[in-house]
């Protein structure tokens, strides 16, 4: 079992930037594929950006440009480095790991909300 503890959420203006970390509660955390996901009010939770063990990175396409994904294999911890932030960024944002088809695993969310 994995435990994964998001912080760096909170309010900020458009235009603004946050930098959420995941720190996460295994020694192997280099074998995950780690995640970003976001899911705003009424909304399906959505695929933000991803790394994979290899540091290859995917992002949605709403985030290119703005947002960077990154990880520290050495302080189990992966980041979202999110500039430029508008106001259809605002949701939950959670972090996911996952390791071939069986296992994946969720934090619990931290709260980003993008607003003058």
């Known amino acids: 079992q994995v435990q994964l503890v998001e912080s760096g959420g909170g309010l900020v203006q458009p235009g603004g930037s946050l930098r959420l970390s995941c720190a996460a509660s295994?020694?192997?955390?280099?074998?995950?594929?780690m995640g970003w996901y976001r899911q705003a009010p009424g909304k399906q939770r959505e695929l933000v950006a991803f790394i994979t063990s290899s540091r290859s990175t995917k992002y949605t396409d709403s985030v290119k440009g703005r947002f960077t994904i990154s990880r520290d294999n050495a302080k189990s911890t992966v980041y979202l480095q999110m500039n430029s932030l508008k106001p259809e960024d605002t949701a939950v944002y959670y972090c996911?790991?996952?390791?071939?088809?069986?296992?994946?695993?969720w934090g619990q969310g931290t709260q980003v909300t993008v607003s003058s």
């Open positions: 996911n790991a996952k390791f071939a088809a069986t296992e994946s695993y």
């Open positions: 295994t020694s192997s955390f280099s074998i995950y594929t």
